[in-house]
């Protein structure tokens, strides 16, 4: 018997065990992509949104002085910031500055060394521990944590051995113990939401980036997330694809989901950024509106790096 921790594997990504796939017929060109429709809905998710709940806390997701480090090497410094509900932080930086090691911590994919984690006020992925550091958690209490933060890959990391449905419909069923009948109408809804309601049974070697992508963010927000990060969700797709990734995360962020969005699309960042984040060297350095940040930045090494990308 393996020791099975639901969410646990499915959070890291790691492959799961082959199970019974979904008996869609198998059509490949069959269809168009549709319109993004609504995508925070409780009629989809069959119970209440989440990231529409309202809370006490002043923010959604907090980051209170976090330090991370890989060896002798400290990747984040000390970070420190806070997402009120309904809001969209982009982070920008230059590469090695942390930025997705700051996304993996938010999202209790690792251990931090000082500093805590907090998702609507409560501390998760860590307790006090001796001296005031932060002490894990068994892994079964991380992974219900988990299961609150939607998080989007670069690398669309979908299961390959499972259609875009079975991909949506795995978290449902081994994090969130529905039956397969109701994950599939959860997931087969959610993919119409988001254009692919005619790719339901394509593999993921059989759609484009940019359909991968949304079928990540499907994934991502069948689980009803209370906020959903994104680290270069379009970095790695060709150019002509990038604009139906962020016409999604666009309808997200309409529709008031939190977001935090690690991202090279200044266009994105300039409008649906209510604040942008410059990371430098495993701090953040400036934190602004997107005018102030693009027109006016305060630091010099946010204008070297804008100079640099603009
Ligand atoms: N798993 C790891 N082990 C050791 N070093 C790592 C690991 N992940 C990231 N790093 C290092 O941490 C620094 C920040 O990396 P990263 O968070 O990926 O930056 P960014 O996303 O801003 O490019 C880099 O110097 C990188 O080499
Ligand atoms: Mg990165």
């Known amino acids: 018997m393996t020791d099975h921790i639901p969410g646990e594997r499915m959070a890291r990504n790691e492959p799961l065990p082959p199970r ?11 269809g168009h992509d549709l319109p993004v429709g609504t995508l925070l809905d409780a009629s989809v998710l069959h119970e209440p949104v989440h990231a529409e709940a309202t809370s006490a806390a002043e923010f959604i997701l907090e980051a209170r002085d976090v330090h991370k480090r890989y060896g002798q090497t400290e990747v984040l410094r000390g970070v420190t910031f806070g997402v009120h509900r309904g809001d969209v932080k982009a ?22 060394e ?3 984690i907090r998702l609507e006020g409560a501390r998760i992925g860590s307790k006090e521990g001796r001296g005031g550091k932060p002490q894990g958690l068994p892994e079964r209490q991380l992974a219900r944590q988990r299961s609150d933060i939607g998080m989007v890959f670069q690398r669309f990391n979908l299961f390959p051995h499972l259609t875009a449905l079975g991909n949506v419909m795995i978290g449902l069923t081994e994090v969130r113990r ?14 119409g939401r988001v254009g692919l309601a ?4 394509f593999y993921p070697s059989e759609l484009s980036g940019g359909q991968q992508q949304r079928v990540a963010i499907a994934r991502a927000l069948v689980m009803n997330p209370k906020v959903m990060l994104f680290d270069e969700p379009t970095s790695a797709l060709d150019p ?30 300039r409008q649906v950024a209510d604040r942008v984040l410059m990371m430098d060297a495993g701090e953040i350095i400036e934190d602004a509106t ?21």
Do not use: N
């Open 240 to 269: 002509e694809l990038v604009g139906e990734v962020l016409a999604v995360m666009e309808e997200l962020a309409r529709e008031g989901m939190t977001m935090v969005v690690v991202t090279h699309e200044v266009g994105f960042a």
């Open 20 to 30: 019974a796939q979904p008996d869609l017929p198998h059509e490949p060109g069959a």
């Open 290 to 310: 997107p005018e102030q940040f693009f027109d006016d930045p305060q630091q010099e090494r946010t204008r070297k790096f804008l100079r640099a990308v603009l």
């Open 178 to 191: 529905k039956s397969r009948g109701e994950a599939r109408d959860i997931a087969e809804a959610m993919l």
């Open 91 to 112: 982070v920008l930086g230059p590469s090695g500055s942390g930025k997705s090691t700051l996304l993996r911590c938010l999202a209790l994919l690792e251990p931090i």
């Open 114 to 116: 000082g500093g805590e």
């Open 198 to 201: 005619e790719r339901t049974g």
